[in-house]
């Protein structure tokens, strides 16, 4: 302790400061050196946190991504279907209104032949009537001009089988 003496040291002092710093240090840990660790293991902890939740959004955006053109590709392929399906439709429905056109264009000929030969059926007897009418008429003034007896009922029998 001479040493310390002659160097100017006074141990008692010596032993105090070194309590003091010891008694310090134990504050300062307990009360500051502790926060501030536990706030920075917070800190560390967050900004984990936070590079997982933003790697886990990236991984969901990617996946969003691949959805979103997997479901834009289901989209296409079915409006794809839907456009064929309708245009199958319409040239069916066109085949199905031409089919109806062209039967009732055959239904209106058919008529049209039906209802020509009825009137020339008609115009046929008329013209026999008065053909029929036309050699009576020529008969009679024959036959009167000759003065030939002539039955008339054989002649008239004749000209109703020519009717």
């Known amino acids: 302790m001479e040493l310390l003496s002659k160097l100017g040291i006074d141990w008692k002092l010596l032993i105090a400061q070194i309590i ?88 209106i000929l058919e008529q049209g032949k039906k209802q020509l030969a009825t009137e020339k059926d008609l115009m046929f007897k008329e013209i026999k009537g008065e053909v029929a009418n036309m050699v009576k008429i020529a008969a009679e003034k024959i036959l009167k001009n000759t003065g030939a007896d002539v039955d008339k009922k054989v002649i008239e029998r004749t000209l109703e089988e020519i009717k």
């Open 20 to 107: 003091n710093f010891l008694v310090l240090m134990a504050v300062l840990y307990k009360f500051l050196y502790k926060p501030v660790l536990k706030m920075l293991d917070d800190r560390k902890e967050k900004i984990d946190k936070s590079l997982k939740h933003a790697e886990e959004i990236e991984k969901n955006l990617f996946k969003s991504e691949a959805d979103k053109a997997k479901v834009l590709q289901e989209a296409r392929n079915e409006a794809g279907k839907i456009l064929a399906a309708a245009k199958e439709m319409s040239e069916k429905i066109r085949e199905d209104l031409s089919n109806k056109a062209k039967m009732e264009s055959l239904a």
